[in-house]
DNA sequence: CAGTAAACGAGACGGTACGTCGTGTCTTCTG
DNA sequence: CAGAAGACACGACGTACCGTCTCGTTTACTG
């Protein structure tokens, strides 16, 4: 967030009629930095593209649109958070919460993750691509949680789509309000709550 | 939603020093018709001032940014969608949020919702509008139903903030990625677990 | 060519819902300004934009193309080279041709004609302009010393065009190779073939 | 002209340490066609390049502007007109413009012609190169035209160079205004008068 | 009942960003 | 080692909006 600054003075031209991965790099953590510092308001193609010292046709070459750009970035911050069932889907749930908003905060992925949403607000095809990829992909583990949970019986299997929506709108109501901070004490309660078993 | 067209070619002068209410009422019906066909993408302020046939300064000088207006057209909505408790927070919270998403799915107000939280996504002003006032408002009678339940005993207290992040960002997760109709199968699931005794 | 510098860091907001007069002044001074020191290469109109201290749009409002913008500067050197017949063809366009010169070499007008006709290379709405309004206008004078010619039986009145031509050509022939210093030898021993009678 | 369309699918690969003349062809090709149907204004390195099916590093390797391509296209147009002095200047003169000017007409020239002094107001190296060799090696005839004339007495040698750029000029008047067609009547006229004996 | 004050529409202003195109350079890979 | 292929940094293109500023007009409220 301070190194990749407007500094990069190097020359970075061609490499021949390929990608260069440099030029790529360069953009990708100039596009961080200015989420990171400005948010989704300073976020232009031509601000990155300045910050990167790169072509805007080299960005717009590799991705053809913000949103494009922006998961990217977010998928770029490798702090994969793994979630492994333990038997106990509710402390799972919220031990994995607890990472991702830690994950949220501690770096810009917080502000990347609510352009992202921001974007897709007006970019039909971005939310296309939010619904049917990114989102699927970022939930892999998570669904992977309720699955195991229904595969004990401890919740039924048809219920597994609204769970994890309460779960995704949970996280999302906060990120998007900017509480994570003020919000984490919800997190136990409403974890439980996602996770109670049916019968009771 | 089509009869605020293009049309108005009435002559709306001033009307002395006062705020002229068919203006007022233009500027509304012609944000509201352009969130309708364009949503957020083609909401500008260029956009309803062309509509509405108003000036630009006319739009700045009562309403002090695009998110206050939002605001404002989203509250016009007359529909406002009561909630009296009955004694069950399960049911009553299915009913709510079943009125809800058809308000939100049967008039413009899904679409000036969702610009509303992507607006708040870039200017710190809207966001905390929004967190401060009109969230709070919006949500005095569904946070009675908790109030009413907690009340009877169904629910603790100390949980009605959890809870209501949950049915809250339920609710957004559906909107925000244009699913109100498929995810209707969600909602008594979803809302049965928000209402959950915590004694099981 | 040289108080019009990068100067004017004064602010010209709009004075109304009508043209700015010392907008306009900027432009076509930062205009004539770029064509003095980069000529025709480096006349775009985001130079003229940054030089003027002017939006974009505030050009293209006024200029729709930058044939347009070159013709206003042309005309603006108020420099009207003025030509009254004396009574001898061949005298009245020397010094006609001499003070033309003088008017391109010694202005940056030289070299905005120059532009003009490049210009008009590449965009035939320009060509045609060129054709159609600019050149009759600024040819109106020249046009009536032969005018004058014909009407004392020196020359015929038929041949006033090819007459005209080859005046014309000559003069561009000189100004686009760049040899206006050159050339000026030849510019008595042209004029007299261009007046000669007819009759031998 | 229409031949050598987008066609050429043909790979042309090296053919060594040494210039491809199969590629030099197509590019000339291609570049004349570009002329033909766009004209100056979309005369661009790439889209000759595209249209070549060349490299653009092929074009600047051999090429070292657009003016010089230019040039080279002009020249490559074979037929080139001679003109053999018969005795009579006026009538030379006529006859030499009459062909060129169907040639100018007839084949993509003129417009490459108009290109090229486009070309030459905003690149000074192309307006020396036009100046010093280009004009000249086109001139040869014409000046010997005149050259044939002074030797015989019928126009002074002194006042070749005043002549010869009145000729230049007017055939370079008219295809700058693209009126070759409507400006065939004055040619008679003006030849007479650059050819007229000084002694009347 | 004249004078003032404010709101109105209109739209120009200096800017920033858009997404595309062309520039001339560079590098890789193929023949 | 020439050639195609095409990526690269750069910067211009013409358009859309931004939020601000006057303008001239049209009332309603004041004294």
């Known amino acids: 967030m301070k190194a990749e600054k407007a500094a990069t003075p190097i020359r970075r031209a061609s490499i021949g009629a390929r990608r260069n991965p440099a030029s790529q790099a360069a953009i990708l953590a100039a596009?961080?930095?200015?989420?990171?510092?400005?948010?989704?308001?300073?976020?232009?193609?031509?601000?990155?593209?300045?910050?990167?010292?790169?072509?805007?046709?080299?960005?717009?070459?590799?991705?053809?649109?913000?949103?494009?750009?922006?998961?990217?970035?977010?998928?770029a911050e490798k702090a994969r958070i793994r979630a492994v069932p333990t038997g106990d889907l509710g402390r799972d749930l919220t031990e994995h919460t607890k990472e991702l908003w830690a994950f949220w905060w501690g770096t810009p992925s917080g502000r990347t993750f609510r352009a992202l949403l921001a974007e897709a607000q007006s970019?039909?095809?971005?939310?296309?691509?939010?619904?049917?990829?990114?989102?699927?992909?970022?939930?892999?583990?998570?669904?992977g949680l309720f699955a195991a949970a229904a595969a004990r019986g401890d919740i039924p299997t048809e219920e597994i789509e609204a769970r994890l929506a309460l779960y995704i709108g949970f996280n999302?109501?906060?990120?998007?309000?900017?509480?994570?901070?003020?919000?984490q004490a919800a997190i136990?309660?409403?974890?439980?709550?996602?996770a109670a078993s049916s019968r009771s």
């Open 188 to 194: 136990p309660v409403a974890m439980r709550l996602i």
């Open 123 to 143: 970019d039909p095809d971005a939310l296309a691509a939010l619904r049917e990829k990114f989102l699927p992909e970022r939930l892999l583990d998570v669904r």
């Open 31 to 75: 596009a961080r930095a200015v989420l990171a510092e400005d948010g989704y308001a300073g976020f232009s193609i031509d601000a990155v593209s300045r910050r990167a010292g790169a072509g805007k046709p080299t960005i717009y070459r590799w991705w053809k649109s913000r949103a494009d750009l922006l998961m990217e970035v977010y998928a």
């Open 172 to 183: 999302w109501f906060y990120v998007l309000t900017d509480q994570l901070e003020a919000g």
